[in-house]
């Protein structure tokens, strides 16, 4: 494996000077002169979304110890990481040593902490496993995005006081939305289109995905944050946050946040893993899109919308496939313990929406939560998806709805249910109430989701029925007698 370390003359180069190496070589030592990054490309430094510095709220998960007990929401009051471990650096120090990563990445690399990583383009891995230390940071210039192909994986294992950043090149100030593309994960486990095999959205060269294995593993996310990803690299097409194409249950996903991101935080095509401790905070679409025959679960997520983006869409949107509603394997996946917050007064209705079943998938969600909505609590379209709910496919259970607006439909139909036929659906099933207020604080950029300990939260809990879902004996995604884990070290609402 190769171990890529910082070269030596970096750590003096004046601020907006970075070191690198040359885009050919991945090879390096205190000899490389390097190849400065142009770190001029990017947003306007002007836009006032700003950029996150850190997250130093009260921890409250036990593996995590946070140095700051504020959580400050001026981005100017904090510009380091408490958190990081001696020796890594910090990717808010325009001072660090930094270094380009190649176009390409072909053998068995590893990124070290002690630089950050600098991604200046499209960078494929292929037919090698990418590994990166526990608080190591990547920023993406324009343009860029990081791509595990389906020959390869990535080992990105953080921890809960070491979390892997992939954020902005921009300095902090700067950031906004866009200002890289994101993270894809190419896999090889099955998708529903016809020739079992796609091409990955919002590239110009777009890579392949799909086959015939359930078990393909892309790879490790653990302790991951995503920051200001979704560049059109394509116009009219952008990336999400992460985005896992046909990625098989051997890939491993847990505690990862998806933090302010121009399109999905979160989007699946086929394939289906098991998925805990999921944040999708400021996305300006869908907080997760999942398609064409993904069958995994998610467990304990947490979904804020930023009250001042109007294209903030559904917390859950979920189809099977825009040409064939029937195709399988079924769009099915599980949800339990989730925290919905939608935009609240002033949002857009026509977009903060709890949830949108759609394209005859099917849904199951558990012991959730939905508030601050601003549109419809959840809405259902097209034809095939009643079809799927008179067949028992969309079982909701164990879930309240504290402000939304009434159950309701999109598309043009015409429809074989009304809008009250489809709210009494989901309400009459066990354990579902309107109305409910778990007391949680749902402000931007400091909220506090876990619901009171007097609340109807405690005990509410039903059992999901599937032994990859913990059968929890409350409702949203902390427990009211627990640690509160949105507020670990590893997290970040600052914008």
């Known amino acids: 494996m190769q171990r890529l370390t910082k070269i030596a003359f970096a750590l003096s180069l004046p601020v907006g000077a970075y070191g690198c190496t040359d885009s050919g070589d991945n090879e390096t030592n205190a000899e490389d002169t390097g190849t400065p990054v142009d770190t001029s490309a990017g947003t306007d430094p002007t836009d006032p979304s700003g950029d996150p510095t850190t997250n130093p709220s009260d921890p409250s998960d036990p593996s995590t110890t946070d140095t700051d007990p504020t959580n400050p929401t001026d981005p100017d009051t904090t510009d380091t990481d408490p958190t990081a471990p001696a020796g890594c650096a910090d990717g808010d120090d325009p001072d660090a040593p930094r270094m380009a990563l190649d176009a390409e990445i072909t053998e068995d690399t590893m ?220 769009t099915s996946p599980w949800i339990a313990n989730l925290t919905f917050v939608g935009q609240g007064d002033g949002g857009n209705a026509g977009k903060s929406i709890g949830f949108n079943i759609k394209q005859g998938a099917e849904a199951h969600i558990f012991n959730s939560y939905f508030t601050n909505v601003t549109g419809s609590a959840g809405t259902f379209q097209d034809e095939a998806t009643i079809t799927v709910a008179e067949s028992d496919g969309i079982v909701v259970e164990g879930s309240f709805w504290g402000t939304a607006g009434a159950f309701g439909h999109q598309g043009d139909g015409p429809y074989s249910w009304d809008d009250a036929m489809w709210g009494a659906y989901i309400l009459d099933q066990p354990g579902n109430m309107e109305g409910v207020d778990l007391g949680l604080d749902a402000t931007w950029t400091t909220p506090n989701i876990k619901p009171a300990a007097d609340s109807a939260a405690v005990g509410a809990g039903v059992d999901p029925g599937n032994p990859a879902l913990d059968a929890t004996t409350y409702v949203g995604a902390v427990d009211p007698e627990g640690d509160d884990w949105t507020q670990a070290s590893w997290t970040n609402y600052n914008i």
């Open 111 to 330: 990124l070290t902490c002690d630089t950050v990583w600098v991604l200046a383009g499209e960078t494929y891995v292929r037919g090698a496993t990418l590994t990166l230390e526990p608080g190591t940071t990547v920023v993406g210039q324009n343009g860029s995005a990081l791509v595990i192909d389906t020959d390869a994986t990535i080992e990105a294992a953080g921890t809960a006081d070491a979390p892997i950043i992939f954020t902005s090149s921009q300095p902090v100030g700067s950031r906004a939305r866009q200002d890289w593309g994101g993270l894809v994960l190419l896999g090889l486990a099955e998708v529903n289109l016809p020739t079992g095999v796609g091409l990955a959205e919002g590239f110009a060269d777009p890579p392949d995905y799909g086959g015939t294995d359930p078990a393909h593993s892309c790879g490790t996310l653990q302790y991951v944050r995503v920051e200001w990803a979704g560049f059109e690299l394509v116009v009219d097409n952008e990336l999400n946050g992460i985005t896992f194409y046909a990625c098989g249950t051997g890939t491993t996903v847990d505690h990862v946040q998806s933090h302010m991101g121009s399109d999905d935080a979160f989007e699946a095509f086929g394939g289906g893993f098991d998925a805990k401790y999921l944040i999708a905070s400021g996305a300006a679409d869908d907080a997760f899109d999942i398609d064409l025959g993904f069958t995994g679960t998610i467990q304990y997520a947490f979904v804020h919308q930023d009250p001042s983006e109007p294209d903030s869409n559904h917390g859950l949107e979920w189809s099977n496939g825009p040409d064939n509603f029937t195709a399988e394997p079924l």
